[in-house]
């Protein structure tokens, strides 16, 4: 049954519930899923790729698949590998020619057949040496017999007998030449080869002849000998896969396309000055299926010709990088812990918990609501990370203590910084935390993609003698004119003021290099309001969201990490864009650390952010009044 799908196998109950962690699974570990044999099985998701893998075994097709990396594409080709059928496979032969030693003769015979053909070659060239030995011996007693007895000359008997060994020892290296080289060996026969070239450099992509050091003299190794297969002729009748293939040279690309379209490729020495490159085979089959992979800039830098090659005679698919998140789905990648764990040989089982954790793992790394990452490289490299912690303490089974353990273990170079630079402002009592301030907002960035940090924003306001400016430090100036931009537009609404004429000074305290500001703007427009109105900012909360002119609060990213940052600052509310919402995937920890609170509006900010009742008809009065819906587009205009 091609393309169906493979339920996983384990106790699950009848009546599933839609948020079970575990898909109704009821099982203690993972020993109790069983691991499907084939490898197109074991593939979580990438039900289209998976299809077309299928499809292409079955006729015989090229395969270019693009997508990020970890998502399966070496995994399917390599299961493409199983689905091929053995009955074609062969093995490959190189006899040396006598009448062109430089053009050695290649040989195809059935799988399984070529050991057997050079073991009756060295068995022949043993008997004819034992035969050599034997009469080297006889001949030399008779030298050594006449010398002695008949002419009564040691040395001369000796020195005789030194010349008749050599003569037959060098005589007996011609017998080597008759044993030809298996170059390609599928006796195992197990599955259809499976070629990883990627990276591959000329030679071992296309096959190579060592150089010869003794080219003459006797001591020549002959050349058929030194012939190397590449992994195209390797790949013969099964699959050769290449990733990144827009970092192969273009003269491989050439070569590859050649083989492809022939094929056949004959070898010969890739060093253009040994004695390897006077040599060349005659043709040798490539008959291989390519999966050539990368991601999109892989595409468009490849060989067109090569391009057009697999376009025209095969498929071209995307991977996905996240997959819906379905109580089936869960059951897959519980399923997906048990084939890491047993793929791995050395980890012991993982406890129900501990699989709910990764799963709940690939929830917040597919940082899109409703969805699983597949991004499983990475996620297997969770399972071993924790599979390790448990193996150091002798554990039976991988606790879900040790997958938290894990998953601190393995934070990016960016989280580890971000913890750092938290630690040590502690240290130094620059995060506030408590109590309220005038015109200091605490806000939140994203630094790298997974982690948040804390950042202040202090802004001043002062009567300017000319038209107003907004001075900012930092590379963070674009972001701060801005906002201000927005926050004055609603202020001019709502008051007299006109802080067009007035100097704002926005300072970004701290603020590092490779930190986002974009997600800055209700920050700073709260920080402006406190200032210009003298109202003081409870310090104890921090905030993230974008302004619109009309004082929407917009959705930003990474909500997640900032909320994590601000518990661990040690603030207890949070504001976030209501449209963000469904991104919040904090850990458990940090629930209980942080009250966060939804805004679609800036009134609603300033409600819980600010200090004590305005006074009446005060700007902060009058925006504090107003609901977002006053300020929607459609009624507004
Ligand atoms: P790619 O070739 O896309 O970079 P790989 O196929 O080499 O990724 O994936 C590396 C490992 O990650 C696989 O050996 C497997 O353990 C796991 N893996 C990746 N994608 C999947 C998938 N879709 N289903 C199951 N396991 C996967």
Avoid at 8 to 19: P, Q
Avoid at 358 to 377: D, F, M, P, Q, Y
Wanted: proline letters at 4%; hydrophobic letters at 40%.
């Amino acid at each position: 049954d091609l393309g169906s799908d493979v339920e996983v196998e384990a106790d699950v109950a009848d009546d599933v519930d839609e948020d079970d962690l575990l898909g109704g699974l009821r099982i203690d570990s993972t020993s109790e899923i069983e691991v499907p044999d084939r490898l197109v099985d074991q593939v979580i998701g990438q039900e289209h790729a998976r299809d077309v893998v299928m499809k292409a075994a079955k006729q015989r097709r090229h395969v270019m698949m693009i997508g990020s990396p970890g998502t399966g594409k070496s995994m399917l080709a390599k299961a493409m590998s199983e689905l091929l059928p053995k009955e074609e496979l062969q093995d490959v032969l190189v006899y040396h020619n006598p009448d062109d030693g430089n053009n050695p003769k290649v040989r195809t015979v059935p799988a399984g057949k070529g050991e057997q053909i050079v073991e009756a070659h060295k068995e022949e060239a043993r008997k004819r040496n034992q035969m050599r030995s034997f009469l080297m011996w006889i001949i030399i007693a008779i030298v050594l017999g006449y010398s002695l007895i008949i002419a009564g000359q040691i040395l001369l008997g000796i020195l005789a007998a030194g010349v008749i060994y050599l003569a037959f020892r060098y005589g007996s290296r011609g017998s080597d030449a008759m044993i030809p080289n298996l170059i390609v060996n599928n006796a195992d026969g197990a599955a259809a080869p499976f070629q990883d070239a990627t990276g591959a450099h000329a030679g071992a992509l296309l096959g190579d002849v060592r150089h010869d050091p003794f080219q003459s003299g006797g001591m020549e190794t002959p050349s058929h000998d030194r012939v190397e297969p590449g992994a195209i002729h390797k790949a013969n009748k099964g699959v050769l896969f290449i990733d990144e293939i827009n970092t192969l040279d273009i003269r491989s690309q050439q070569h590859l396309m050649t083989a492809i379209q022939e094929g056949e490729f004959s070898i010969t020495g890739q060093s253009e000055r040994s004695s390897g490159a006077m040599v060349q085979t005659e043709p040798v089959p490539t008959d291989f299926i390519m999966i050539a992979a990368g991601n999109l800039d892989a595409m468009e830098n490849m060989h067109p010709a090569l391009r057009s090659r697999i376009k025209g005679y095969g498929y071209e698919v995307y991977m996905d990088d996240t997959i819906e998140d379905t109580p089936e789905m869960r059951r897959k990648y519980a399923r997906f812990v048990a084939q890491e764990v047993k793929k791995d040989g050395r980890l012991p089982e993982y406890s129900s918990e501990a699989i709910e954790e990764v799963i709940l793992e690939a929830r917040r790394r597919a940082g899109r609501k409703g969805h699983l990452t597949l991004e499983l490289r990475n996620l297997g490299g969770l399972v071993r990370v924790s599979g390790d912690i448990a193996r150091a303490e002798d554990a039976d089974v991988v606790t879900r203590a040790h997958v938290l353990q894990a998953k601190g273990r393995s934070r990016s170079i960016e989280q580890q910084l971000a913890d750092d630079y938290i630690e040590r402002r502690k240290d130094y009592e620059l995060q506030v935390a408590d109590g309220y301030q005038v015109g200091r907002v605490n806000g939140l960035a994203v630094m790298g993609e997974d982690s948040g940090i804390m950042m202040p924003v202090m802004a001043e306001v002062t009567p300017s003698q000319g038209p107003g400016e907004v001075i900012a430090t930092g590379k963070l100036q674009e972001i701060a004119m801005e906002a201000v931009q927005n926050v004055s537009a609603i202020i001019k609404k709502f008051s007299d003021e006109d802080i067009s004429q007035k100097d704002i000074h926005i300072q970004f305290v701290q603020s590092y290099e490779g930190v986002e500001g974009d997600s800055a703007s209700v920050t700073v427009a709260t920080a402006v309001i406190s200032a210009l109105e003298n109202v003081g900012v409870d310090q104890s909360l921090a905030m993230t969201g974008s302004l619109s002119v009309r004082g929407d609060v917009l959705p930003v990213g990474g909500v997640t990490h900032k909320i994590e940052a601000a518990a661990k600052s040690g603030c207890s509310k949070v504001i976030i864009p209501q449209a963000n919402m469904q991104d919040v995937m904090i850990e458990e920890e940090y629930e209980e650390m942080v009250e966060i609170i939804p805004v679609s509006h800036i009134s609603e900010v300033l409600d819980v952010a600010l200090e004590g009742e305005p006074e009446k008809d005060s700007l902060v009065d009058r925006l504090k009044s107003i609901t977002g819906s006053a300020f929607n587009p459609e009624q507004v205009s």
